[in-house]
């Protein structure tokens, strides 16, 4: 998946939202039919990518915003 290049944490998308995201944050996460991840937040669909991830996803665990890169330990 990502990897959180400040604190090694790698993230299963179970991902916090940028703190000025106003959304309800409904999270729901599935596979579809190409196998391939899908997140729907908030009723809006999309296959998460690393773009995404540096403009939405905050690291939980450390706290750092936008650092994240693909985790070369896991199949793409
Ligand atoms: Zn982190």
Same mark, same amino acid.
Do not use: S
């Given at each position: =998946?990502?990897i959180?290049?400040?604190?090694?944490t790698? *993230?299963?998308?179970e991902? =916090?939202?940028s703190? *000025?995201?106003?959304? $309800?944050?409904?999270f729901?996460?599935?596979?579809?039919?190409?196998?391939e991840? $899908?997140?729907?937040?908030?009723?809006?669909?999309?296959?998460? *990518?690393?773009?995404? =991830?540096? $403009?939405?996803?905050?690291?939980?665990?450390?706290?750092q915003?936008? =650092?994240?890169?693909?985790?070369?330990?896991?199949?793409?």
């Open positions: =998946m990502f959180c290049k400040n604190c090694k790698v *993230d299963k998308f991902l =916090m939202f703190p *000025d995201y106003k959304g $309800e944050k409904h729901e996460q599935r596979i579809n039919d190409k196998n991840i $899908e997140i729907i937040v908030d009723g809006y669909k999309f296959i998460p *990518d690393l773009q995404f =991830m540096n $403009e939405h996803a905050v690291c939980r665990y450390c706290g915003i936008y =650092m994240w890169d693909y985790d070369t330990g896991y199949n793409k």
